[in-house]
């Protein structure tokens, strides 16, 4: 299990994508993150996908070996 920071510094080295920590928005367990929707949709869906992405390989570490 990561902890937010950990999600959030993996995020930005793996996939170039930037997101917060929930702890920023009060949000007290974790691990939640926070995106901007602030944004062209297209540059949003494509950072969620690296998200999920992200996610994936987390969970499933030796896929695609």
Same mark, same amino acid.
């Given at each position: 299990t990561?902890? /937010? /920071?950990?999600? @959030?510094?993996? !995020? !930005?080295? %793996? /996939?170039?994508? #930037?997101?917060?920590?929930?702890?920023?928005? =009060?949000?007290?367990? %974790?691990?939640? !993150? @926070? @995106?901007? *929707? #602030?944004?062209?949709? =297209?540059?949003?869906r494509?950072?969620?996908?690296?998200? @999920? %992405? *992200?996610?994936?390989?987390? /969970?499933?570490?030796?896929?695609?070996?």
């Open positions: 990561r902890t /937010e /920071e950990a999600w @959030v510094l993996a !995020l !930005l080295r %793996e /996939e170039s994508v #930037i997101a917060q920590a929930g702890y920023f928005f =009060d949000m007290h367990s %974790e691990a939640f !993150l @926070v @995106v901007s *929707l #602030i944004m062209p949709p =297209d540059d949003f494509d950072g969620i996908r690296r998200l @999920v %992405e *992200l996610v994936q390989r987390a /969970e499933h570490p030796t896929a695609g070996c």
